[in-house]
């Protein structure tokens, strides 16, 4: 069974990094886009980010262009979301999955000073 | 951007009677070379969201046959059957036609 675990997550000041790791098992994971997702508290899904394949091309959502950089390491099994510039607004859970198919639990990113 | 509307947002259901959940979408998601790229997922409280319906029609495996997705162009519904209480949650339509992806609003299925 595919089982997919973010982590990195935490509480940091605006203005600051976090990096984000979705550690992937039992998948062929360099066959796959994959993507991340995320949820603000009490609200709806939006669409971060995703990398094919080979790592060759990515696509951000206009709110994270120039902040946010998604990466992959494929011989680790391992996609990582890299944050820069944190802002109020970026808190939330952040969802990795396997395109759109299998889910992990998220791991939440809290900006606040 | 794609504009994913969902409606209605709130669903009040009853134990084994059908509910429908629509998502219409600001341009069309159907391409040239024959795809359509709607989901819809379910959310339980407290849960990750599940993929439930993939290409508009095509359950997820493990869905249950209650679960079923139609449409095309700007016009999705997603149907079940007999609702059941573990159906209780937020369901989203999810376009991927183009980029960004975009997510309807979700609607709260409740008991």
């Known amino acids: 069974e595919v089982q997919v675990v973010e982590s990195g997550g935490g509480l940091v000041q605006p203005g600051g990094s976090l990096k984000l790791s979705c550690a992937i098992s039992?998948?062929?994971?360099?066959?796959?886009?994959m993507n991340w997702v995320r949820q603000p508290p009490g609200k709806g899904l939006e669409w971060v980010a995703n990398?094919?394949?080979?790592?060759?091309?990515?696509r951000h959502v206009d709110s994270v262009e120039g902040r946010f950089t998604v990466s992959r390491d494929n011989a680790k099994n391992l996609l990582f979301l890299q944050m820069n510039s944190l802002r109020g607004d970026d808190t939330a859970v952040y969802y990795c999955?396997?395109?759109?198919?299998?889910w992990g639990r998220g791991t939440l990113v809290a900006v606040s000073s | 951007d794609v504009v994913m509307t969902q409606s209605p947002l709130s669903l009040p259901v009853t134990l084994g009677q059908p509910a429908s959940i629509s998502c219409r979408s600001s341009q069309s998601l159907g391409l040239g070379n024959g795809n359509t790229w709607l989901n819809w997922f379910q959310q339980r409280p407290g849960q990750s969201p599940r993929l439930l319906i993939d290409h508009v029609s095509n359950r997820d495996s493990g869905v249950p046959d209650r679960f079923s997705g139609s449409g095309s162009d700007t016009d999705f519904t997603l149907k079940i059957s007999r609702v059941e209480a573990e159906d209780v949650g937020v369901y989203y339509c999810m376009q991927y036609s183009y980029w960004p992806h975009t997510f309807g609003q979700g609607t709260r299925l409740e008991i």
């Open positions: 039992e998948f062929t994971f360099s066959n796959y886009w």
């Open positions: 990398i094919n394949p080979d790592g060759s091309a990515r």
């Open positions: 999955t396997t395109g759109f198919a299998v």
